[in-house]
């Protein structure tokens, strides 16, 4: 099992912005495909965005033009740069060892930081 542990969450105005971090532990980080995953109050746990080992990135259209997915191998670090932040952007934000390139997630999850954006 791979340690995850993300940073970065706050309390920010509408408009603002924020920049997630997700530390992994594992000897063959550069080979994960990693992903952001949220999940507001009583919603369900949703795909945001995605970097492959072979850095492909995907993004879920409510964030596409607004959120920045990427990795630093030599760290053992994902980031998700997130502008322009919306109050339905309030989550809390996960990072996954994902299953396989279409980042179906794992079991193997952050414990989260939470994201709160104020109108």
């Known amino acids: 099992q791979v340690q995850l542990v993300e940073s970065g969450g706050g309390l920010v105005q509408a408009g603002g912005s924020l920049r997630l971090s997700c530390a992994a532990s594992g000897r063959t980080f550069s080979s994960y495909n990693m992903g952001w995953f949220r999940q507001a109050p009583g919603k369900e746990r949703e795909f945001v965005a995605g970097i492959s080992w072979i850095y492909r990135i995907y993004y879920a259209d409510s964030v596409k033009g607004r959120f920045t997915i990427s990795r630093d191998n030599a760290k053992k670090t994902v980031y998700l740069e997130m502008n322009s932040l919306k109050p339905e952007d309030t989550a809390v934000y996960y990072c996954?060892?994902?299953?396989?390139?279409?980042?179906?997630?794992?079991?193997?999850w952050g414990q989260g930081t939470q994201v709160t954006v104020s109108s």
């Open positions: 996954n060892v994902a299953r396989d390139s279409s980042f179906a997630p794992s079991d193997n």
